[in-house]
């Protein structure tokens, strides 16, 4: 399984952009980058996915260079509500394919 | 789309007794559901995979008798806790994998809070 390293925390203010880097150095050609977001006590909701160059949601951007080692997540305009945790996992999708979570980051959204 | 559930959301219970937690794939079906574990201000810990209709993988250092689970349908797995101690109280967090023509996707569950007394 690749292994991910994110920064454990970024500060930011309401209407700001956040952007979280995430490296994979060792990202499988199989392998997709998936970001959740957790807030305490509740379990991890799907945010966005993607395989390589661009991937756009309502709620989110994920970019991906063409080498795939890194990604990053960008949430635009943030608000209160999007203090949270966000993990970056990289896993092949496959059917039934196990995924590591690593420490996430801790976003501050600050008024 | 894309609904998991979990029952009960939070349980208290005294130590020695077992617990079983649900979890169900509410709008698709999942060949594999996955049961984490997550202590206060830590990330999430994987405990075992789920198959339907096959035994469990679990992670090492995870006790399968202590642990057991049960993917009896394509929409629900249960994890039961037994002879559940004091240290077993934690935030317990299942996930079913949905599969699309790219590739799978895990979606979680809400939660179980368990405090063991």
């Known amino acids: 399984l690749a292994k991910t390293t994110q920064p454990i925390s970024m500060d930011s203010y309401e209407g700001q952009e956040v952007n979280i880097t995430c490296s994979h150095n060792n990202i499988a050609t199989n392998d997709y980058i998936t970001w959740y977001q957790q807030f305490p006590s509740q379990g991890p909701r799907f945010i966005i996915q993607?395989?390589?160059t661009k991937v756009t949601n309502e709620v989110a951007s994920l970019f991906i260079p063409a080498d795939r080692k890194s990604s990053t997540l960008s949430l635009p305009r943030v608000s209160l509500s999007d203090t949270a945790v966000y993990y970056c996992?990289?896993?092949?999708?496959?059917?039934?394919?196990?995924?590591?979570f690593g420490g996430g980051t801790r976003v501050l959204v600050k008024p | 789309g894309a609904v998991v559930s979990q029952h009960p959301s939070w349980v208290i219970c005294k130590s020695g007794t077992s617990v079983k937690i649900e979890c169900r794939s509410l709008d698709f079906q999942a060949t594999t559901m996955f049961w984490y574990r997550q202590f206060p201000k830590q990330s999430l810990m994987l405990m075992a995979t789920s198959n339907e209709g096959s035994k469990a993988t679990y992670e090492q250092g995870v006790e399968k008798d202590k642990f057991l689970i049960n993917h009896a349908s394509l929409t629900l797995s249960t994890l039961t806790v037994t002879s559940a101690h004091p240290e077993d109280s934690s935030f317990y967090i299942c996930?079913?994998?949905?599969?699309?023509?790219?590739?799978?996707?895990?979606?979680f569950g809400p939660g179980t809070r368990l405090t063991v007394l």
């Open positions: 996930s079913a994998d949905r599969t699309s023509g790219r590739g799978g996707t895990q979606y």
């Open positions: 993607g395989y390589k």
């Open positions: 996992l990289v896993g092949d999708g496959a059917a039934g394919n196990k995924l590591t």
